[in-house]
């Protein structure tokens, strides 16, 4: 989960015309913008169509139908993202004519979607990955090997391709299929499950650490991975 504090910031476009309409939104995190969207989609799913043309063409790219719902009333609708009203606002830009453009910084980050595989890093040693040590059949921090892991939301009746936000629980995969869970209660550690074992997604933020004290038994340089809430630190998906 790439790290989202900070602000955060997109464009959103009139697809009626190039000329107006066009819109900076800032919000108070990249989880809140996630979040956003997703209570976008939900809505118009459980059978809310005022803002059905809204659609998240990119990370940082929105466009809206104004004939069918402003983009802005998103965060005035009770049955959308009132609740996120205090993190987020819309500014309008100039019109075309006007010659000038609001750039908005470039975020380099990896777009979370439902199916997808990632490495996962830790933001405060950055040359350290999650590696799935095959003959331990646990997950570790390395720093000279990685693993690509796939992320999957629990909830079947997301499709792929969603984005996937905090409040998911998540299935974590290895490349070869196997469960990533946490098969001893007793140490936490990260480890090949029998089942599929849901996360919380939001655990890549701070719920997951090294443990040096257990990294006798592994390979030097290799220390594993553990399931410590609220007290690990924050890994990135990139």
Not at 203 to 220: M, R, V, W
């Amino acid at each position: 989960m790439s790290t989202s504090t900070g602000v955060f910031y997109a464009f959103a476009r009139n697809i009626n015309t190039d000329w107006s309409g066009r819109y900076l939104i800032a919000f108070a995190n990249r989880d809140v913008a996630d979040t956003w969207h997703r209570t976008v989609i939900d809505s118009v799913a459980q059978g809310y169509p005022k803002f059905a043309s809204v659609k998240r063409t990119a990370l940082q790219w929105y466009t809206y139908n104004p004939d069918v719902g402003s983009i802005t009333d998103t965060v005035n609708d009770s049955k959308v993202a009132l609740a996120l009203r205090g993190q987020i606002f819309f500014t309008l830009l100039n019109d075309r004519e006007h010659r000038i453009l609001s750039t908005i910084p470039v975020l380099n980050y990896r777009d979370h979607i439902n199916g997808a595989s990632f490495y996962i890093r830790s933001v405060s040693q950055p040359d350290t990955y999650w590696f799935y040590n095959a003959a331990e059949m646990a997950v570790v921090a390395s720093r000279h090997r990685r693993t690509r892991f796939t992320i999957t939301i629990a909830d079947r009746a997301r499709a792929p391709g969603t984005i996937i936000i905090g409040s998911d629980d998540v299935y974590i995969t290895t490349p070869s299929g196997a469960n990533v869970g946490v098969a001893n209660s007793l140490d936490d550690q990260l480890s090949r499950s029998a089942n599929p074992f849901p996360f919380r997604f939001s655990a890549f933020h701070g719920d997951f650490q090294i443990d040096e004290s257990l990294s006798e038994s592994l390979d030097p340089g290799l220390e594993p991975i553990v399931r410590n809430p609220g007290k690990g630190e924050t890994w990135d998906l990139v």
